[in-house]
């Protein structure tokens, strides 16, 4: 129940992160050299709609989130509650019986899945990413601000994964594999199919194009 991976600082690396406090609105736009990038893509055949646009995640992956932070409370509950009874049981530190310990093992759970509600609210909105002509940005993070750049001229190979439960919420979730220091790929959650792939597809053609400049 921790905030998606990617702290980092800028430095030479397949994607460079930067760290900053979460301002308590949850918005953040992309760098200032974004402005431009649209008609850059214009003049490359690039597709407008997606190319220097800043995009949000699918509604639906909040519900994802919470459902996550739940099982994980409902792990943490029972846990506890069985600490709670042997304790009780064995010691005077809390009181015997079964129903302190499901006292106990209710309350973990309702805080937690708590926490997870407000986690996924914050962190929903605190999502965004920047298909550049020239990178790939992302911004997000509830307590602290994580942006992270990917070069393309880095990048490796890109895939798209669902797992069971992204399969029944209409989910998808970018994968983008960069060249360089461990950890340091980074995930696109909260996708449809079908922008995942379209995604996909233009990553895969910058990413060429890329290699094609800096080889000439």
Do not use: C
């Amino acid at each position: 129940m921790s905030d998606p991976p990617g702290d980092g600082t800028d430095e030479v690396s397949p994607s460079a992160s930067t760290t900053e406090p979460s301002s308590s609105s949850g918005d953040s736009g992309p760098d200032p050299d974004t402005d431009d990038q649209p008609s850059v893509a214009a003049e490359a055949g690039l597709d407008d709609s997606i190319v220097g646009v800043p995009r949000e995640l699918a509604s639906t992956v909040r519900l994802q989130w919470i459902v996550g932070s739940t099982i994980g409370a409902l792990v943490a509950g029972v846990v506890l509650g069985v600490i709670g009874y042997v304790v009780g049981t064995r010691t005077e530190l809390l009181a015997p019986g079964i129903e302190p310990a499901a006292r106990i093992g209710v309350a973990v759970f309702t805080l937690f899945v708590l926490f997870g509600v407000i986690r996924a609210v914050l962190l929903y909105r605190s999502w965004e990413y920047v298909v550049r002509a020239d990178s790939l940005f992302l911004s997000r993070g509830v307590l602290t601000r994580v942006r992270t750049v990917v070069p393309y001229v880095r990048v490796q190979h890109i895939d798209t994964t669902r797992s069971p439960l992204e399969r029944v919420l209409g989910l998808s979730t970018l994968v983008v594999y960069t060249a360089g220091s461990r950890g340091a790929d980074v995930t696109i959650p909260g996708l449809t199919p079908d922008r995942a792939s379209t995604l996909q597809e233009r990553l895969e053609r910058l990413t060429t194009e890329s290699e094609e400049e800096d080889a000439v």
